[in-house]
């Protein structure tokens, strides 16, 4: 159970601050010296609510900060476990130690979102995959209401997020998460009042057997979108051996389907093939190349599970609008988009020689997107002289690389970057670690080789088939930790 | 500064907030409440349009309801009286045809926290249990808990608790774990919710219903139940079994756990869960989550202390990839040193060996001490990296390196000769103190094998005046004194010098003692010196000590998924440790609401809080302060206890503290205040600082009619806002202590609400 709820922005101010328990933060008191009145009385002790924003008129145009803070009238006193944190942890010297932190015997559970900080305190002995997992639900969930997780986001949308503060955590405890289920109880700042049918839907929704799906939903054009998510990790030697790489990918789903349809998914996973296609052995022979091992999946929390268990068959009845199906990692066979070949030549003590030349390997046909590598160069470089065949390469001093940007790139090409660093000659004896060379892109392919064979929709009550459903599928491989080194 | 002034923005609000024109506009109306919330979330004062906001909250618009709630719950502890029109109103809306309406009124009145709150809510509640719309349900279960806590002396009411078992079987998934988890809070006192067999089987077959956090507490509530019989056992985990590849790395867990514990007695079982948890575990292992990432490598490394050999075909898994949060490498590297087979060594080594050299520091160092943890089994292997490394003549490495071989001199003799060979030339790169140790250490102990023993200790000799760390002298004279046992020849001259020095010129007393020692030793004859410093050189059985052997899961299965794992035994047994009374904390907030209830009626005077009650009534009084735990018994202090500062002086120092806590202090303290404050429930002075000393402390003593005796402290440092308090019990009973402790809390809260 959680105690409390704060996110904290780079430099450690408090955005937001909800507590639902009074063991955290006991030390809060909330302070009215008013001049005015007559006496001076400590007031709101452990408040369950806490409202506190600390941003300042700094050049934000928008109303939130067009008051500073008063000193006379209120002052919140919270030298207390916020401060803590902000103390230990975002302040910290040294880098983070641990997610999670214990200070005075209370639990802080941090995640960092570019550069706000969401932590969930809490005194008890709880489960920490879930708390994290919690604060991730609750990352998506913002960020399907306002977009990207930023200080000014967060800033203009107080309201909002205290509003679903409140109704995703009640006394501390989960309560429903869904985003799609969410929206029925938290318009957007929406001024509409709530029309009968919406009320009832509400009812409804609930009383429902299945929690995630509210019944009664008409869309005009059934439409549904596939999206296979995948982001491939590679850690290479500089001699080019493979030493792990894995797939770790994601079906996303977004459906727009009128009442309570039935669907059932099917991929060229190797185990289903094999059982199909016990037919000829041509056939074996064939699927076997196309079909795919995977290690391990799991899946939302609509698929029945015991018909997955029993013929490996996927069928469920998905949640309205966006949700995750399911989630896979393979680690054999994997389509490995872009080969790095790197040669570092250290020429005497001032001068460095890098030559590292890129391969795309897959179908000529296809494009990869935003290829960025990163050549780390030492810290005493002076000067760097970039040639590169494609794209555009400039040494960050500040980073300590050189980044080649690439915007596209087909299939089964290769090119090249060379570069001279100069070095400044340092009495430092320590050898350069050498970071290895990473790389970012994307894809149109599923690297792990997944495909999606069909995803059929029945609706035994409403007068739609199969066929008249739109489908769309899309992949896209991303580059997860993409690592050669040199 | 450009503010405009609270009492301005105030009135402006109120004349906009009741100004009929914007009242009969939707969105005027709220862009107004919106304002005010703004204020208050910068800190203003915005409590004086209390009745304009809760007249605000009467509109059909469910967003600005939504804010006046917000609003009204962050202001009504100032205003009680206030607040009752709140109620009022907020018990209209308990009736209203909306259940999002209904819902919001009902979470917003057991969030108000204000004294006699509970005979509102007690109606709207009991209706809101039995609501037809889930969602005021789940608000309901949860508002039991919340007010229950409120009113947290009272006798908790059976019939809510029945109502609340009986909704277990209710139809909505989120109302059937809400009424667990309140259940579990109102019934704390217990042992917390019941779970029988019908019970029991009713939450199995709702599981798949329930989302991924019900699920996670479901199979954790679960862990209560004891099967009647192996029959019913293997249903059991035969239903759950699908929950072991769950998409929710939580439910994965929490799985995991309650199947470890339910088949506690079946190993075969044990074993074959956690090989079917392997996948589940590594695709978190390796997930992008990292703080998931982080606590899944935790519970990795937990399993891998049973089953050494477990994840061991899955090394790779566990290499570290450069951009990886220093946390996770740490761990990683922890998880290696625990699979290394055979097969793998090389290849787990040669990660290693690319760690050794990292940026950081700290993480370098990590790995040298990783690649030694292996050396004990695989030896010549790991010198040999070892060796290698003093190669790059780093400050950091050299050092880290120098003390692995001093702990695998004395752990594996058969690599002392590897070691010897290694040294010469390291005492150059060496400069911190943990590392000069461990060299002189070795030179010392093996100083017959090092042909260069002798001069390299000669230049610490030399040194010795600018040496600025008194462990490496210490260190040094003991090593010398060896060598000089070993190679006389070579060494009698500079001994000499030393023990001249350490005796005449040295300013730290310990190293003057040590020199002192071994120049009175040296004068009882070599023999008697050769008896008392030749002990043996190593010994390897202090390996197999360390060697944290084989833990069977049972020994970890209870915590398994608890913050147990992610800190580490020995750490959370010392957080939890540092918890004795752990209740008064939870109980912290009835002790508050006694403390308003006292304090809102006698706003301007001050100390008439304590005094009204009459002096005379002593035993009386004692349990009007500590009714607040009901259940703690009756702790009477009896008024005269003839304690003398010397013997006070004397118990408190043989005494062990039982329990510390710190309470939000502000300003300075007044003596004389908290003197009669405490003499009121029989607590005496024994002695205090004068009032506005800093450090500010305070030393009482009670003592309860058994003759057990509390001795306290109180301690305010300079600039703290928090006052320390440590008690001592010169006889162990941990109720009585809580009532003590939860009198003079109750005694100090009222005083600090008085002086600030």
Redesign the interface.
């Known amino acids: 159970?959680i105690g409390g709820l704060f996110i904290y922005n780079h430099k450690g101010e408090v955005l937001i601050s909800r507590v639902y328990r009074?063991?955290i933060g006991?030390?809060?008191?909330l302070?009215?010296g008013?001049s005015?009145s007559?006496?001076?009385?400590?007031?709101?002790?452990?408040?369950?609510?806490?409202?506190?924003?600390n941003w300042k008129?700094s050049g934000d145009p928008n109303?939130?900060g067009a008051?500073?803070?008063?000193?006379k009238?209120?002052?919140?006193?919270r030298?207390n476990a916020v401060d803590a944190f902000r103390v230990n942890v975002i302040h910290a010297r040294?880098?983070?130690?641990?997610?999670?932190t214990?200070i005075a015997?209370t639990?802080f559970?941090?995640?960092k979102r570019s550069n706000i900080w969401l932590a969930a305190v809490t005194?008890q002995?709880?489960?920490?995959?879930?708390v994290?997992?919690?604060?991730?639900k609750m990352c998506d969930v913002m960020t399907a209401y306002f977009g990207k997780i930023s200080e000014e986001n967060i800033k203009n949308n107080?309201?909002l997020i205290?509003?679903l503060l409140?109704e995703i955590l009640?006394?501390g405890?989960?309560?429903?998460?869904?985003t799609g289920a969410l929206k029925t109880?938290i318009?957007q700042?929406?001024?509409k009042?709530?029309t009968k049918e919406e009320?009832s839907q509400?009812?409804s929704q609930?009383?429902g057997?299945?929690?995630?799906r509210r019944e009664g939903i008409k869309y005009r054009r059934n439409e549904l979108f596939l999206d296979v998510l995948e982001?491939v990790?590679l850690?290479m030697s500089p001699q080019g051996q493979v030493?792990?790489a894995?797939v770790?990918g994601r079906v996303v789903m977004k459906s727009y389907l009128s009442g309570m349809p039935e669907c059932k998914f099917g991929m060229n996973d190797k185990i289903v093939i094999e059982k199909q296609g016990k037919g000829t052995a041509d056939e074996t022979g064939k699927s076997g190349k196309q079909s795919i091992a995977i290690?391990?999946?799991?899946?939302?929390?609509c698929v029945r599970?015991?018909k997955f268990?029993s013929e490996r068959s996927i069928s469920f009845i998905p949640p309205d609008g966006e949700f995750?199906l399911?989630?896979y990692?393979t680690t054999k066979d994997i389509i490995l988009p872009f080969r790095v070949i790197p040669l570092v030549r250290e020429v005497g003590r001032t001068k460095l020689e890098v030559k590292v030349v890129i391969k795309s390997n897959f179908k000529p046909s296809l494009l990869a997107q935003k290829i960025e590598v990163r050549i780390p160069t030492p810290l005493n470089t002076s000067g760097v002289q970039v040639i590169c065949m494609k794209g555009k390469a400039k040494y960050k001093a500040s980073e300590n690389a050189i980044v080649w940007k690439i915007k596209r790139m087909a299939g089964m090409k290769e090119s090249q970057i060379s570069a001279e660093i100069e070095l400044l000659p340092t009495n430092d004896?320590?050898?350069w670690?050498r970071?290895?060379i990473?790389m970012n892109f994307e894809v149109p392919f599923a690297p792990s080789g997944l495909k999606v064979r069909y995803l059929k929709v029945f609706e035994p009550k409403l007068n739609y088939s199969d066929h008249d459903v739109i489908k769309w599928v899309r992949y896209i491989g991303r580059s997860?930790?993409y690592?050669t080194?040199c | 500064m450009p503010y405009l002034g609270g009492e301005e923005a105030q009135r402006e609000l109120r004349r906009a907030l009741s100004n009929p024109h914007v009242q009969a506009d939707p969105a005027r109306y709220r862009g107004a409440v919106l304002r005010v919330i703004r204020l208050m979330a910068q800190g203003a004062d915005v409590s004086g349009l209390f009745p304009e906001m809760v007249k605000a909250g009467a509109v059909p618009d469910v967003v600005q309801k939504k804010l006046v709630s917000f609003y009204v719950r962050a202001q009504a502890p100032r205003q009680p009286q206030l607040a009752l029109l709140a109620v009022n109103s907020l018990r209209k809306d308990c009736a209203h045809p909306s259940p999002a309406v209904r819902g919001l009124a009902l979470r917003t009145m057991c969030g108000l926290r204000m004294p006699g709150i509970q005979e509102y809510l007690q109606q709207p509640l009991v209706n809101g249990l039995r609501d037809k719309a889930s969602y005021v349900r789940r608000a309901a279960v949860l508002g039991c808990a919340k007010m229950v806590k409120l009113q947290g002396d009272c006798e908790v009411d059976g019939a809510l608790v029945n109502e609340l078992y009986s909704l277990l079987r209710d139809q909505d998934p989120i109302v059937v774990v809400n009424c667990l988890r309140a259940l579990e809070e109102i019934l704390k006192k217990e042992g917390g919710v019941v779970i029988n067999k019908p019970i029991a089987h009713h939450l199995l077959n709702r599981m798949p219903d329930l989302d991924q956090w019900g699920q996670s507490e479901v199979l954790t509530f679960l862990l209560r139940y004891k099967p009647r019989s192996e029959d019913e056992l293997f249903d059991i985990l035969n239903l759950l079994d699908g929950y072991l590849k769950s998409s929710s790395a939580s439910v994965v867990m929490a799985a995991t756990k309650l199947f470890l514990v339910l088949a506690r007695e079946y190993p075969d079982v044990q074993a074959d869960v956690l090989v079917r948890v392997k996948g589940p575990l590594l695709s978190a292992c390796t997930s992008e989550s990292r703080e998931l990432c982080f606590t899944a490598l935790c519970h990795v490394r937990q399993i891998l202390r049973s089953l050494p050999g477990h994840f061991s075909s899955h090394y790779k898994k566990f290499f570290c990839s450069y951009s990886e949060p220093h946390y996770i490498k740490c761990q990683k590297m922890e998880v290696l040193c625990e699979l290394v087979n055979d097969e793998n060594v090389q290849q787990v080594l040669e990660e290693l060996k690319s760690y050794c050299t990292d940026v950081s520091e700290e993480l370098a160092q990590g790995a040298i001490f990783a690649v030694a943890n292996i050396a004990r089994t695989y030896t010549d292997q790991c010198v040999g990296i070892l060796t290698e490394l003093l190669g790059l003549q780093q400050e950091h490495i050299t050092s880290a390196v120098v003390r692995a071989f001093r702990d695998l001199a004395w752990l594996c003799p058969q690599c002392t000769d590897a070691v010897c060979q290694a040294l010469p030339g390291c005492e150059d790169t060496i400069q911190d103190s943990e590392g000069k140790q461990a060299l002189v250490w070795l030179l010392g102990t093996h100083g017959e094998k090092i042909p260069n023993a002798p001069y390299v200790l000669e230049d610490f000799v030399e040194n010795v005046k600018s040496e600025t760390f008194p462990a490496v002298k210490m260190e040094l004279l003991t090593a010398l004194v060896r060598l000089f046992l070993a190679r006389p020849a070579e060494c009698q001259d500079m001994l000499g010098r030393l023990l001249y020095y350490c005796i005449e010129e040295e300013q730290d007393m310990a190293v003057r003692d040590r020199g002192l020692f071994y120049y009175r030793l040296l004068q009882s004859g070599v023999e008697e010196v050769k008896r008392v410093l030749c002990s043996p050189k190593s010994d390897p059985s202090l390996g197999l000590l360390g060697d944290q052997s084989k833990q069977p899961v049972n020994a970890w299965a209870l915590d398994f998924n608890t913050l147990a794992t992610v800190y580490g035994r020995e750490r959370w047994a010392l957080i939890s440790a540092q918890q004795p009374v752990e209740p008064s904390y939870s109980c912290s907030p009835c002790a508050d609401s006694r403390n308003t209830d006292t304090e809102s009626p006698v706003s301007e005077g001050n100390k008439e809080v304590l005094e009204v009650q009459p002096d005379t009534h002593m035993s009386e009084e004692n349990k009007e302060l500590l009714k607040v735990h009901p259940d703690a018994g009756s702790l009477s202090l009896i008024p005269d206890v003839s304690l003398t500062a010397e013997q006070f002086e004397k118990t408190w120092l043989s005494l062990d503290t039982s329990c510390q806590l710190s309470l939000p202090w502000c300003g300075p303290v007044h003596a004389d205040t908290i003197q009669t404050a405490l003499r009121v429930v029989h607590i005496h002075t024994i002695a205090m600082s004068k009032t506005g000393a800093q450090p500010w402390k305070a030393y009482l003593s009670a003592q309860d009619d058994s003759g057990c005796l509390f001795l306290t402290e109180l301690l305010l440092e300079a600039a703290d806002a928090e006052l320390q308090v440590s008690v001592k019990q010169n006889e162990a009973k941990p109720e009585a202590l809580q009532c003590f402790i939860s009198a003079l809390r109750t005694v100090l809260e009222a005083v600090a609400g008085l002086e600030s």
């Not at chain 1, 002995?125 to 879930?130: F, G, P, R, S, Y």
């Not at chain 1, 057997?209 to 995630?212: A, R, T, V």
Request: aromatic share 10%; with cysteine; charged share 25%.
């Open positions: 159970m009074d063991d006991t030390a809060n008191t302070h009215c008013d005015e007559r006496c001076k009385t400590p007031i709101l002790k452990q408040s369950s609510l806490e409202v506190t924003c008129a109303p939130p008051l500073s803070l008063p000193s009238v209120c002052r919140v006193w030298r040294q880098q983070v130690r641990s997610p999670v214990n015997r639990s559970f941090h995640v005194k002995n709880v489960n920490a995959a879930m994290f997992e919690f604060l991730y107080f309201v205290y509003e409140d009640d006394f405890y989960p309560q429903n998460s869904e109880f318009t700042q929406g001024i009042s709530q009320q509400i009812t609930v009383t057997q299945i929690g995630w982001s990790n850690l030493l792990s894995h770790s290690d391990d999946c799991t899946f939302h929390q599970l015991s268990d995750e399911m989630r990692r004896k320590k050898k670690a970071p290895p990473s997860g930790i690592e080194r």
